[in-house]
């Protein structure tokens, strides 16, 4: 019996993997040190922000304990769509609502689910200053996000088109630190800690490991010619890596062997203004591009996101 429940964990932990490419992680700001962790930032002076973002992804592949492929789990291919609003109670601190929608796809299949919401929050602990370059911005980070959807353990499509969510409730949090008012390059870091709450399966209480990730980016303003124009016009780019690092899953309070994750990613992204208050940007993930990945996803994100300041 509890071979069989290691088995089933092992295969949640994988299966629940996938959902390591939501559209959540690939419309992150320009402007902080987490790069692609959040699908909204708002800025000191704006109070209310309101994003929609669509996002592909053209093929997942998943790994075992060894970084070995994996015949597919679930979905071969991802459509989805986040939608979210920031309210910022002060140019100190902010709150994020983001809803992903995911099109799952398999083999001719596909299907439409909600994905878990999550609620992120911002406080700034340092504010840069306009006339000390070298000043960083620092800022707690905190967020939330419930099992509301359906998770590979809940699923009842055999290929897990349905799974929407992880099946735990997951709370993080962590410090981001970017260097916003330098000249030229502004370099950025985050450290970001995760937990899930327990679950009970056939009497035996299953926990994914503390998941930690760090971001480090880079950020630039460019400006580009337009056919047409007089002027340029300037574009924001931004590029970095990620690290995430999981602890092996537990079943009531033992690992069970050969389930800790490892997974390295780049990004890289480009936002331009367009029209006054609103912001388009265009994003690329890849998940699985450095090293070893490890009971995790193999895969490459492309994301187009719009977003306005209402005030």
């Not at 592949?61 to 060894?66: K, W």
């Not at 949090?173 to 870091?189: E, H, N, S, Y």
Request: proline share 7%; net charge positive.
């Amino acid at each position: 019996m509890r071979r069989c429940l290691s088995q089933l964990a092992v295969t949640i932990l994988v299966a629940g993997s996938l959902l390591a490419a939501r559209a959540s992680d690939a419309f992150g700001c320009a402007s902080c040190g987490s790069g692609g962790d959040d699908p909204l930032v708002l800025f000191p002076a704006e109070t209310v922000k309101l994003l929609a973002g669509t996002s592909a992804t053209p093929a997942l592949a998943s790994t075992g304990p060894s970084g070995e492929l994996l015949a597919s789990l679930g979905p071969q291919r991802r459509l989805s769509s986040t939608f979210a609003a920031g309210i910022g109670f002060s140019p100190r601190v902010f709150f994020v609502l983001a809803q992903p929608v995911i099109n799952n796809q398999r083999d001719g299949r596909s299907r439409t689910v909600l994905a878990d919401p999550t609620l992120n929050a911002r406080y700034t602990i340092l504010m840069p200053r306009l006339t000390e370059s070298y000043l960083p911005q620092v800022q707690l980070v905190a967020g939330f996000r419930p099992s509301l959807a359906k998770s590979a353990a809940t699923s009842t499509d055999p290929a897990l088109l349905d799974v929407g969510g992880s099946g735990h409730d997951e709370y993080r949090a962590g410090l981001d630190v970017w260097m916003g008012m330098m000249p030229q390059v502004k370099p950025g870091l985050s450290a970001v800690i995760t937990e899930s709450a327990p679950v009970r399966m056939n009497d035996v209480a299953i926990r994914p490991g503390r998941l930690i990730r760090v971001t480090a980016s880079v950020t630039s303003t460019v400006e580009v010619p337009v056919p047409g124009l007089v002027h340029t016009v300037p574009v924001k780019l931004a590029g970095g890596m990620t690290a995430d690092r999981r602890q092996p899953l537990t079943q009531d309070g033992t690992e069970v062997p050969g389930s800790s994750q490892a997974a390295n990613g780049l990004f890289a992204s480009g936002d331009v203004a367009a029209g006054d208050g609103n912001t388009v940007k265009m994003t690329w993930a890849r998940q699985g591009a450095i090293g070893q990945t490890r009971n995790s996803v193999v895969a490459s994100t492309w994301s187009l996101a719009w977003s306005r300041v209402m005030q």
